[in-house]
Structure formats: structure tokens, C-alpha cells
């Protein structure tokens, strides 16, 4: 939402990523974007993206179909951690 905080979903072309967007990965086929600043807060953690029952944020595709996306974490074990720093490595390498 206004804040980076909620998750939302737009149309193909709608939203214009910037250089302080980073791509985490793919849901559903779609791209999936975090803003660099709220990428680094959250770099500890496994996020998971669900969908519910409710109202949704009013500029995303859910709103009128009665759902909204909810953000769920969990910390990231120290060999997730390590594994993940790992990978980090070798995409630098690769570079």
C-alpha cells in the first residue's frame, strides 16, 4: 500500500518498477517486487504471500473480489541463513 507495506496486484504494465525495486521471485506466474528499503528489513525472514477473506487495498486487483492479500513471516533458521549467503555468493561469482 502507500506505505510498501500490503501486498498488491495490478495489471501486466501497470506497475513500473524503479531502480529501488528489487524482484524477489514470481507468484502465480506474476513478477513480485519489494521496495530496496523494506528488502532489507525484511532480508531475515521467509515471507509468505496468502490470500483471504476481506476487504482489499483499494488501488490492487483483489479489492472488488472480496479478498486481500496477507503477509505472513517467519524467521529464517541459521542454516537457511547461511545457505542463503551461499547463493549470494555464487550468483556474485557468476556476475
Not at 26 to 38: L, T, V
Not at 56 to 79: H, K, M, N, Q
Request: hydrophobic share 35%; charged share 25%.
Amino acid at each position: 500500500c502507500c506505505d510498501g507495506s500490503a501486498p498488491m496486484c495490478f495489471m501486466d504494465g501497470e506497475f513500473r518498477p524503479g531502480g529501488q525495486d528489487v524482484r524477489l521471485g514470481e507468484i502465480g506466474g506474476c513478477p513480485f517486487y519489494m521496495g530496496a528499503a523494506q528488502f532489507e528489513y525484511w532480508s531475515h525472514t521467509q515471507l509468505i504471500i496468502d490470500v483471504v477473506p476481506g476487504r482489499g487495498a483499494s488501488f490492487s486487483l483483489e479489492a472488488p473480489e472480496g479478498v486481500r492479500f496477507l503477509t505472513r513471516s517467519r524467521l529464517f533458521s541459521d542454516g537457511e541463513v547461511e545457505a542463503l549467503r551461499s547463493d549470494q555468493r555464487d550468483m556474485t561469482k557468476k556476475a
